[in-house]
């Protein structure tokens, strides 16, 4: 018996009161359902979180460790999410590596920018969401304050940080709704490039690449596509690329000339940086804009002078300066299903691992020509 029951009966153990036997019986079961209990709260809170705790640019994974925390309670106006995939992107890499040129919250935090889950509970001010719903979750107020990303089984959000899942679209999709498409749909728009005209892009055999070459094509844009690999050229012209140059066999800026009757490039997208984006910005018109949005290469973009005095205007593009603007977000939310819906983005799913597997999932994702996008599954 249970020491504080045990206590508790004593005075009446050894009395002849009749009722000392249905105590006796009601504390066996109370305890009974004390046991059960306690091994429900074992095994049923609990749930596996990768947990980051410094920064290892040769070997980021070491960094990383799996712990078990409690489910959290969803209060108010707060959602709890049963993640079930997440993708393994290279803002994720750059932050586990670095933590450059993201603000995230101070170690230790849980990696993740973006997933994809069902509702698992709802605080009692939520009015749109209800258990089992498929949603997505805008991770960044997580990451940017509380350290809370998408590497993690349960998450908890406010309602107005969720978007529900159109019945069309696959779990795989959902989970890479944000970082690529948003970021595409963001910069197309905000290069403002009439049809018929040519944008640039590196890196444009990479799953953010192949949206590129998919939503100007659907807005009447033309392509030129630097790849590094001369196998990536029919690939990406099956895709809807209309040219696409390999930088380690042709030079940029005179095939671009080429290309463009040497009216060169009316705006251009570069994720490399280093001396690519030299060539990038001859390669871009006078008075052209050019979006730096990742650093493949390293933290410098080479920029010269001439193109300064030609007005080509070099800008760097990050996601987080929309995330928390609500008009923007409401339109990239509706616009980005529509086009998702519509096949018109059609994202690159490869290899998925358990959670567990972060180690070999992350080495994986960073594989030249590994195909699409690494998802962890839980």
Sequence with gaps: MNPFLST?????????????????????????????FECFIVFRIMYRAIVQDGFNTEEPEATLKIIEKPIPEATLEHVVVHMKLRPINPTDMVAIRTGRFVRFAKHPLTPGSEGYGVVHSVGDDVKNFKVGD????????????????????????????????????????????????????????????????????????????????????????????????????????????????????????????????????????????GTLTKSVLASTR??????????????????????????????????????????????FVEEVWKLLEANVLQPYTGEKFDLADFKEAMKKSEEVGRGGKVLLTS
């Design 8 to 36: 508790f009966a004593s005075p009446i153990r050894n009395s002849s009161c009749p009722s000392y036997a249905l105590f006796k019986e009601s504390s066996h079961q109370f305890c009974s359902r004390l046991v059960y």
């Design 134 to 273: 498929r949603v997505v979750p805008f991770m960044w107020e997580g990451l940017l304050y509380g350290g809370g990303g998408s590497w993690q089984e349960y998450v908890s959000v406010k309602e107005k940080m969720l978007t529900a899942v159109p019945a069309s679209i696959s779990d795989e999709v959902a989970a890479q709704f944000v970082i690529n498409p948003w970021t595409v749909y963001g910069m197309l728009k905000d290069l403002a490039v009439p049809r018929g005209e040519y944008i640039l892009q590196t890196a444009a055999g990479s799953v953010l690449g192949r949206q590129v070459i998919q939503l100007a094509k659907h807005w009447g844009i033309k392509t030129i596509n630097i790849v590094r690999r001369p196998e990536q050229k029919e690939e990406l012209k099956l895709l809807g690329a209309d040219e696409v140059i390999c930088s380690s066999t042709e030079d940029v800026i005179t095939r671009v000339k080429e290309i463009t009757e040497r009216k060169l490039a009316y705006g251009s997208l570069d994720c490399v940086g």
């Design 286 to 331: 006078r008075g052209g804009q050019v979006f730096v949005y990742g650093v493949l290469a390293g933290d410098e973009a080479v920029v010269l002078i001439n193109d300064l005095f030609r007005q080509v205007h070099v800008t760097g593009w990050i996601l987080t300066n929309y995330w928390n603007v609500e008009e923007r977000r409401k339109e």
